[in-house]
């Protein structure tokens, strides 16, 4: 059974600070990883979707990366801003079917 | 263009009552999908469709729970005799194609009193 994992479930960094989000999942067999952000009272916002056969993604400050075969994938924000604010979740897509399994979040704050 | 839609943004319903809600996904898209978010909890997969066709249903929490798309476009979940423990989030989603991007729509949050 997948299973997603994310660390930390919190974090605090100063603005302007690079930091790095992660997701690990359990069975390597995936279509694709997709990482979104959710703002507070709303519904999500796709950032990036990593399909399984792509080693990284790029997008801005954002970066992802995914590693299939050790079921890892990472979440680079770079130069980090107040609006960075909000919880990000990753998703896998498991193959053989699309129902799609998210972790439970990571929530950051970004200070000014 | 139009994002994702959803209605009613909120509803509060009395236990034992049925209640519908409803999603628009964007123009063109072939697959949607459900999801429910409780409280300090994590979004759990309820059921996706491809065009009006769900092909695992396996996802929905209990019989109390169904879901309809028409036209290739609403769709609607429907929860029946609804309980509190059926409050929460409801968001629909919807992508191009299965395993494509997804965009969410506001979501609904469902009350039993």
């Known amino acids: 059974k997948q299973e997603v994992t994310q660390i930390p479930a919190a974090l605090s960094v100063p603005e302007g600070e690079n930091l790095v989000l992660n997701c690990s999942f359990t069975?390597?067999?995936?279509?694709?990883l997709q990482w979104f952000r959710q703002d507070p009272g709303k519904g999500l916002t796709s950032l990036l979707l990593?399909?399984?056969?792509?080693r990284e993604q790029t997008s801005g400050r954002l970066n992802a990366s995914l590693d299939k075969s050790s079921g890892r994938s990472t979440l680079y924000i770079a130069a980090s801003q107040p609006g960075d604010s909000a919880t990000y979740l990753c998703?896998?897509?498991?193959?053989?079917?699309?129902?799609?399994?998210f972790g439970t979040g990571t929530r950051l704050k970004v200070l000014a | 263009g139009a994002g994702v839609s959803q209605s009613p943004s909120n509803k509060v319903t009395e236990k034992g009552k049925d209640v519908e809600l409803r999603c628009d996904p964007i123009?063109?898209?072939?697959?949607l999908y459900w999801y429910r978010q409780s409280l300090g909890q994590g979004l759990e997969f309820l059921i996706y469709?491809?065009?009006?066709?769900?092909?695992?249903k396996s996802g929905l929490p209990s019989d109390r729970f169904s879901a309809e798309r028409t036209g290739g476009s609403v769709s609607t979940l429907t929860i029946q005799r609804t309980q509190q423990e059926d409050s929460a989030v409801y968001l629909c989603?919807?992508?191009?194609?299965?395993?494509?991007?997804?965009?969410f729509g506001p979501g609904t949050r469902l009350t039993v009193t």
């Open positions: 069975d390597s067999a995936i279509y694709n």
């Open positions: 990593i399909q399984s056969s792509q």
């Open positions: 989603a919807s992508s191009q194609h299965l395993s494509y991007e997804q965009y």
């Open positions: 998703a896998v897509c498991p193959s053989g079917t699309y129902k799609y399994i």
């Open positions: 469709f491809q065009g009006n066709s769900a092909p695992d």
């Open positions: 123009s063109g898209h072939t697959a």
